[in-house]
């Protein structure tokens, strides 16, 4: 994939030509590089870049000014006009992850609490995780429509061949199945819940019992102990109406807390396409436990970078600005660090020089 300004610079710019003084690129990786030192809102941007030195500032391709070719970082109101400006499906293409080999894709929804006004609703963003936890893209659920809308729209760019999609049961539909597998020739792992009455009524009444391949895996951490168990059955005999459906899927999750003792027990049940010889029920729970890492990003996002308590609401800003957390996740994960809050701490101790170098500015 090519270098970060230079992905940027294909996006198109939404100024009109006359009076631009700070360049799309220079602005956007601005941002970027504010973000990653642990910014959470227009205001730290603008601060971070004001306060930049001029090194740092040629990095990122601040404009020059006077005879003495002094760098001029963009203001708060710039960074902000440009933020809710930018088209947020292209910045989102562009500062994602690709899936590479067969692995999986995990899509689920969040709200941007903080971006409801008193006219309109909150954004809701969907977004696809890789199976080792990069955001590959995410695109804005558009008014009055639900997530499933904007499924395949997500999708659409990448080549999934080969790949497991894995999604939450809104998306379990025979829609959604037949795209997967006859549009994207890859497989699904699709839970099963109440929005699908008889199917969830057949899966629950087979013979699990007899099922002899069991998985089993057990975590102890976050003040819990877990042990879940996965099980597995063959259903082509069976007239289920779902298409493409090969596998039952019975996940069974006893959590309890080491604090209080309290003991909780949890079923789910799922639906794949792909036959047992391609997924037992070892990899069947690593694929289920995937779909959970979306749901740590987000949990990232909302206690790391505080988005849930964000106030920006207008224009494309909490979609692009949740765009860009989303890549200094994908940039400090691929540094190697497991914590995110930590690497945060570590990136502001040199805040003008670390935050540049892991984007990989010259």
């Given at each position: 994939?090519?270098?970060l300004a230079a992905r940027l610079a294909v996006l198109p710019d939404p100024r009109d030509r006359r009076g631009?003084?700070?360049?799309?690129?220079?602005?956007?990786l601005t941002a970027c590089a504010a973000v990653l030192t642990g910014a959470k809102s227009f205001t730290a941007v603008g601060q971070w870049a004001a306060a930049a030195p001029q090194d740092a500032l040629a990095r990122l391709g601040a404009r020059t000014a006077t005879a003495f070719s002094i760098r001029i970082p963009p203001s708060t109101?710039?960074?902000?006009?440009?933020?809710?400006a930018v088209c947020p499906g292209g910045l989102a293409d562009l500062l994602g992850a690709t899936p590479a080999g067969p692995t999986t894709v995990a899509v689920d929804g969040k709200t941007a609490r903080g971006s409801r006004t008193d006219t309109g609703t909150a954004v809701h963003l969907l977004s696809a995780l890789s199976g080792d936890g990069q955001v590959i893209s995410q695109l804005p659920v558009p008014d009055?429509?639900?997530e499933v809308t904007a499924f395949a729209p997500l999708l659409d760019p990448f080549d999934l061949t080969g790949e497991v999609i894995t999604a939450d049961a809104l998306h379990t539909t025979r829609d959604q199945a037949r795209y997967i597998v006859q549009d994207k020739r890859?497989?699904?792992?699709?839970?099963?819940?109440?929005?699908?009455?008889?199917?969830?009524a057949v899966l629950k009444s087979l013979p699990w019992k007899q099922c002899r391949q069991v998985s089993y895996?057990?975590?102890?951490?976050?003040g819990r102990k877990e042990t879940r168990s996965v099980r597995a059955l063959t259903i082509t005999d069976l007239d289920l109406g779902y298409p493409f459906a090969v596998q039952a899927v019975k996940l069974l999750r006893h959590r309890t807390d080491l604090k209080t003792g309290k003991v909780t027990r949890q079923t789910v049940y799922a639906v794949t396409d792909m036959p047992s010889h391609q997924a037992r029920p070892t990899r069947l729970n690593t694929i289920a436990r995937s779909q959970w890492g979306i749901e740590a990003v987000h949990h990232v996002r909302d206690?790391?970078?505080a988005e849930d308590a964000s106030k920006i609401r207008s224009g494309h800003g909490p979609t692009n600005m949740a765009t860009i957390r989303s890549l200094a996740i994908n940039t400090l994960r691929s540094a190697g660090h497991r914590s995110i809050a930590a690497a945060l701490r570590e990136v502001s101790y040199t805040p003008f020089t670390r935050p540049l170098d892991l984007?990989?500015?010259p």
């Open positions: 994939m090519p270098d631009r003084r700070h360049s799309l690129v220079s602005v956007l109101a710039t960074l902000r006009r440009m933020i809710n009055k429509t639900t890859a497989h699904y792992f699709l839970v099963v819940k109440a929005n699908q009455p008889t199917l969830r895996d057990r975590t102890r951490g976050h206690v790391t970078f984007l990989k500015l």
